[in-house]
């Protein structure tokens, strides 16, 4: 009986990102102005090999809870769209660039739709800034060249 010894050799490519991440701070950042939150809420970015999920919020303090879990009154719930942000699906790395495309996000319609971050990372935090966005018909947010958002991250343990 002989054995038949199958090799294959896979080039691995270290990935940084890979884990889940912890938003420390956010900035949203223009030619004109800076607007921070030092201390976000509770936000996680997640990256496995192919798939990434985010969920932060824009908000200085935090969620207002429903005062009845299960029936919001119509203004609980437009509040509770407003304090959110969430989007998930794949990525690709190129460099120091990541593209994203959601598969699912809280903005109906926005399924397809691509986000462009550049990163590095500095004192064991990853800074994570969007630098543009294109909706699934190809175009443009209204900020789109006058914005980024800047995310500072730390690995979450």
Not at 39 to 59: T, V
Not at 71 to 100: H, M, W
Not at 116 to 126: A, C, K, R, S, T
Request: aromatic share 14%; charged share 15%.
């Amino acid at each position: 009986m002989t054995g038949c010894h199958h090799h294959t050799h896979q080039t691995l490519t270290y990935n940084p990102l890979l884990g889940s991440w912890q938003l420390q701070s956010v900035k949203w950042i223009s030619v004109a102005r800076t607007v921070q939150i030092e201390q976000a809420q509770p936000g996680l970015f997640i990256f496995d090999e192919s798939y990434y999920s985010l969920m932060w919020s824009p908000k200085q303090t935090p969620r207002t809870p429903f005062v009845n879990l299960s029936k919001p009154t119509d203004e609980e719930i437009l509040d509770g769209f407003r304090s959110i942000v969430f989007n998930a699906g794949t990525y690709q790395i190129s460099g120091q660039q990541i593209n994203t495309t959601a598969l699912v996000a809280k903005v109906p319609g926005f399924e397809d739709g691509q986000q462009h971050y550049n990163f590095y990372f500095e004192n064991n935090q990853l800074i994570l800034t969007m630098y543009d966005e294109t909706y699934p018909d190809g175009s443009k947010p209204d900020w789109s060249g006058q914005w980024q958002t800047e995310f500072t991250l730390i690995r979450a343990q």
